[in-house]
């Protein structure tokens, strides 16, 4: 794979400063708001019904993510997200915990049929369940999938029309054409809370500035990853990993992903 795609997504990312509105979980919400920062990209939090829709139209991508969720917050997504669409503005999902409850999953449900959904990023239990395989979810994490997990991503893609990430220890990315393979990352990154939430605020940053959801999706993971890789390095523990995080995430070169993102073709 040329990394040279991924460097030019993330230097205009770097130079471009994209403001990305956030829906989000207030467990992560300043994390995803200072990863985005730290990506180059310029958070916006707001999810009053009376402003989402509105604040939407500002932006270069929309991010919605249902980790503490309420039908309140879902009323206020649908507005966000229908200004996204008839802007053209890219709507990023994370189902965070679909498949745990019945809330979680039927939600989920409805936004990918009310929106136009451009990236959903999900675990492997999460995106499982949406596909119908055979998943299951605990908490929001992933609690395991039956059948071929590469197979199982470009299927959903392929009838949604969405670019469908499934994180894990290898992420793999599909528009139901293509698939691509990250695997940046580092096992610390599961010790933390947040840093799925983190990656699809980069993801985020990385849609806006880039049409081709699949490389823009593959830019954001690979740095992220890389973030992560450097971060663990720099670190003790958890403790002192997350605001390592933050300092890889923002002293990441855009030249750096040349030879350090591990990006493949399947």
């Known amino acids: 794979m040329d990394n ?10 770097r130079e471009q400063h994209p403001l990305v509105h956030h829906i989000t979980n207030y467990v992560t919400v300043n994390d995803c708001a200072n990863i985005t920062l730290c990506a180059g990209g310029a958070p916006v939090m707001a999810d009053a019904r009376e402003e989402a829709g509105e604040m939407a139209g500002f932006a270069g991508a929309l991010v919605l993510n249902i980790g503490t969720l309420n039908p309140g917050i879902i ?4 507005l966000a997200g229908n200004v996204a669409n008839e802007r053209r503005i890219p709507v990023i999902l994370d189902p965070v915990g679909a498949g745990a409850t019945r809330l979680r999953t039927e939600s989920t449900r409805r936004l990918l049929e009310e929106l136009k959904i451009a990236i959903i990023k999900g675990n492997a239990g999460e995106i499982g369940v949406l596909a119908g ?4 979810v605990r908490g929001v994490d992933s609690a ?3 059948g071929d997990p590469v197979t199982i991503t470009r299927t959903f893609a392929r009838e949604t029309g969405i670019t469908v990430v499934m994180s894990g220890a290898t992420d793999i990315i599909s528009d139901g054409k293509r698939i691509l393979l990250v695997e940046n990352g580092h096992p610390r990154m599961g010790a933390i809370s947040g840093t799925g939430c983190m990656v699809t605020s980069v993801t985020g940053v990385c849609a806006a ?20 890789e450097q971060a663990a390095a720099a670190s003790k523990g ?4 997350k605001p390592a995080l933050f300092d890889a995430m923002a002293a990441l070169a855009p030249e750096a992903l040349l030879a350090g993102a591990r990006v493949r073709s399947a």
């Open 4 to 13: 040279k795609v991924f460097s030019e997504i993330f230097a205009r990312a």
């Open 133 to 136: 395989a055979d998943a299951k």
């Open 144 to 146: 395991g999938i039956t």
């Open 209 to 228: 500035v880039e049409k081709d959801r699949v490389m823009a999706a593959a830019t954001a993971l690979a740095a992220f990853g890389m973030a992560g």
């Open 238 to 241: 958890p403790g002192s990993f």
């Open 75 to 78: 009323e206020s997504m649908i």
